[in-house]
């Protein structure tokens, strides 16, 4: 019965976010043009650097010269990384400053099941907006890959759903204690830096190599690339695989317990109608 | 099962007040504001009960503890027997409440999409919350308009609207926090209209107010509070009977200063003073309590004649809460 009435709101959560989304058409158009313009720049670099265009130094690191096809999937990926660091923090932070926060807790569906439909919502115009991205680069640059894209979307939902984990709870930590932007951009930057969203992170200085193996994402850019691209990866794909779904349960139990500590903590404080 | 729909007992809620000295020192000790202080009450099922106080009071404060928003520092609030802090999701669903702010809704949904949004919410969906809506669109007036967004809805509609979608549920019990705050004569009065049918049938209802004449006119039973603290709970009428020894007068003068205030102060039976400024008028309408009697009357109006004064009107009035208040309190509740 209760899960029942749960599926019911996730559903009106969903269908409310697309509503107000495309009640903002500049939104939607900003979404698609912002990673082109983003990628641009790079591929022409990248173009700079080949010799009879193949990529010879970048595929000694790599193992695959189409530094197109290997951006592109680093850029979506991160475009899903990034849509969890935003996107969920400001879910909380956007319902404070629209003033329908209170309206929200006020209904008997517990929060983790409100904050459930609503990255489903920002999971789907992340997805769509990746596809059309991919397509977009495809028409103008041209890639190939490999194949397995089932296999490649099986190996990033264990990461995407750690990651909404982990991502709503410390977005809203952030936010709820103040101070969002910085550490959030702190944090995306540092992400991607480190965990090779544009580059092999066999390159990486020595040091920061340690640290670039300690985070989950690494292995998720690493291991769709070896599925997609046929890159050389850092362990057995199969492991990396199972350090993802490791990290999704960490995630999810992580998040959990940061999004129950911020509720109480903002009952406590009554804070979340001040903003 | 209990005959009181809400039953709060030495309800507390203190704040923590992190004060900053300079830049990057904090000071360490922090400092507790108490917000509500041990307040005990209790709605019985079918009453409409008022809580009326000033600004600062507290009403909000003890409102979102009730309705689980906030956790109590200490003390309980128990609905129709369900402890709003253990068992939370249990009282919403009996709950309806409506918070001040006209922001509490979508504005860029339409009307009908707030409420097709917070009726699922609620579990109800189709065919069911369709009759529910349209029949709550219609009642609330809201009709004509309810596929526009709410963004272009006036203050009056958006409190409509704020209003069905917290009957979409049918609860047992209607919270509102300054429920007419902010609306235009016309919109107030249909509003308290509405609450009062919606008492009609059947419904508890807790409201809070500043406005007393609110208060008096649609509450069975009224808490006054001040300071988080409830200073008189009764019926308006029995509330305004304590007050058949006091004597109100009115003065409508041209000037008023703190010296003239002393002078009448000092004057016999004179208690209370309060005084505003009426901007549209130009003059000064000044509100004395006389205890036991009208003897000084004499006194009174010698004294400020003395001060070369000018009078422009006197009358005697019947007494309201609002004197109720200033006797309790020595203030006025606009203050
Ligand atoms: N989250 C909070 N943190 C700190 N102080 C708070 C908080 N919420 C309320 N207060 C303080 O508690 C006191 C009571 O506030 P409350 O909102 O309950 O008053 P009220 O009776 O509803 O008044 P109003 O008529 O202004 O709505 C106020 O002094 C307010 O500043
Ligand atoms: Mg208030």
Redo the contacts between chains.
């Keep these: 019965m209760e899960l029942r009435n749960y599926l019911i709101a996730i559903k009106a959560i969903i269908k409310k976010d697309a509503k107000i989304f495309f009640r903002y058409p500049a939104n939607a158009v900003f979404r698609i043009v912002e990673p082109i313009l983003w990628i641009t720049p790079v591929y022409f670099l990248s173009k700079a650097f080949q010799i009879n265009g193949e990529n010879i130094g970048f595929s000694q690191y790599s193992g695959t010269t189409d530094y197109m096809a290997f951006l592109v999937i680093g850029s979506i990926v991160s475009s899903f990384v990034s849509a969890v660091m935003w996107g969920m923090g400001f879910s909380l932070k956007n319902e404070m400053d629209v003033g329908v926060i209170e309206s929200n807790w006020l209904t008997p569906i517990p929060l983790w099941v409100q904050l459930i439909g609503r990255s489903i919502f920002s999971l789907i115009m992340t997805t769509v907006n990746a596809l059309t991205v991919a397509f977009l680069v495809w028409l103008m640059f041209g890639f190939n890959i490999a194949g397995g894209i089932l296999m490649a979307i099986v190996t990033l939902l264990p990461m995407l759903i750690a990651l909404y984990g982990l991502g709503f709870g410390i977005a809203s930590l952030v936010l709820i204690t103040n101070n969002a932007n910085n550490i959030i951009d702190i944090t995306n930057f540092c992400l991607s830096m480190m965990s090779g969203e544009s580059f092999p992170i066999t390159v990486l200085p020595r040091v920061l190599i340690p640290i670039s193996l300690a985070l989950p994402i690494t292995y998720g850019y690493d291991a769709i690339r070896g599925i997609l691209l046929n890159t050389k990866t850092l362990l057995p794909i199969p492991v990396e695989q199972g350090i993802l779904v490791l990290f999704m349960i960490i995630g999810i139990f992580v998040g959990y317990r940061i999004l129950k500590w911020v509720e109480k903590y903002c009952r406590t404080k009554g804070n979340i109608a001040f903003h | 099962m209990t005959s009181y729909a809400i039953e709060v007992k030495n309800l507390r809620k203190e704040?923590?007040i992190k004060k900053r000295n300079g830049f990057f020192k904090r000071n360490k000790k922090k400092e507790v504001f108490i917000a509500v202080d041990d307040i005990s009450f209790q709605v019985k099922k079918g009453e409409i009960f008022g809580f009326l106080g000033p600004n600062g009071a507290g009403k909000t404060?003890t409102i979102?503890m009730i309705?689980?928003?906030?956790?109590p520092t200490s003390g309980t609030a128990i609905i129709n027997g369900i402890n709003c802090v253990e068992r939370p999701?249990?009282v919403?669903?009996i709950?309806g409440?409506v918070?001040t702010?006209e922001?509490?809704?979508?504005?860029?949904?339409t009307g009908r999409?707030n409420l097709?949004?917070?009726a699922?919410?609620?579990?109800i969906?189709g065919r069911k919350a369709q009759v529910k809506i349209d029949y709550l669109l219609t009642r609330f007036n809201l009709d004509k308009r309810a596929d526009e967004?709410v963004e272009k809805y006036s203050t009056g509609m958006k409190q409509r609207v704020a209003l069905a979608?917290a009957l979409i549920a049918d609860p047992e019990i209607l919270i509102l926090d300054e429920p007419t705050s902010g609306l235009d004569p016309q919109s107030t009065l249909n509003l308290r209209e509405l609450i009062l049918e919606i008492k009609e049938e059947g419904r508890t209802i807790l409201l809070t107010t500043h406005y007393m004449e609110e208060a008096d006119q649609l509450s069975d039973r009224i808490a006054i509070i001040d300071h988080g603290k409830i200073i008189a709970m009764d019926t308006p009428c029995n509330l305004k009977k304590g007050l058949n020894k006091t004597n109100i007068i009115v003065l409508e003068l041209k000037d008023w200063n703190s010296s003239t205030e002393e002078r009448i102060k000092g004057i016999p039976m004179v208690e209370n003073i309060t005084s505003r400024f009426d901007d549209i008028a130009q003059r000064w309408e000044v509100k004395i309590h006389m205890v036991n009697g009208n003897d000084s009357i004499n006194d009174l109006i010698t004294n400020i004649i003395s001060t070369n004064n000018k009078i422009i009107n006197f009358r005697v009035e019947e007494p309201t809460l609002e004197d109720v208040f200033i006797s309790l309190t020595g203030k006025s509740l606009r203050e």
């Design positions: 704040f923590e404060t979102k309705s689980t928003l906030l956790r999701m249990e919403l669903k709950l409440t918070l702010g922001r509490s809704i979508y504005w860029k949904l999409e097709e949004y917070f699922a919410m609620n579990g969906t967004t979608k």
